[in-house]
Nanobody, 122 residues
Framework: QVQLVESGGGLVQPGGSLRLSCAASGTIFRINGMGWYRQAPGKERELVAR???????NVTDSVKGRFVISRDNAKNTVYLQMNSLEPEDTAVYYCNANIIPKYFGLREFEYWGQGTLVTVSS
């Protein structure tokens, strides 16, 4: 059984910072791409940032220069450092990963975390 567990959300004032973490656990053979998505109230879920197993990143334009995605392959963990937060960043943030579990014919599956709420407000 593979699962993603997120942490680090909360309430922050505009201009502040938060760091989200997402740890993958279970019987894992390999983790390929990992990323963060977000869903604001009344809006569709959107990509925030992704990172390959080799460290290549892709960050959506609205957060470029403010958010940084990174990962620690030894810990099966992906991070999202969010700086200069704006009220428009308020959303539930979801971790996503493409994982090859053991014992399933080495096929890749997509996994999602449960989501963590980030609220940017004064």
């Amino acid at each position: 059984q593979v699962q993603l567990v997120e942490s680090g959300g909360g309430l922050v004032q505009p201009g502040g910072s938060l760091r989200l973490s997402c740890a993958a656990s279970g019987t894992i053979f390999r983790i390929n791409g990992m990323g963060w998505y977000r869903q604001a109230p009344g809006k569709e879920r959107e990509l925030v940032a992704r990172i390959t197993s080799g460290g290549t990143t892709n960050v959506t334009d609205s957060v470029k220069g403010r958010f940084v995605i990174s990962r620690d392959n030894a810990k099966n963990t992906v991070y999202l450092q969010m700086n200069s937060l704006e009220p428009e960043d308020t959303a539930v943030y979801y971790c996503n990963a493409n994982i090859i579990p053991k014992y399933f014919g080495l096929r890749e599956f997509e996994y999602w975390g449960q989501g963590t709420l980030v609220t940017v407000s004064s």
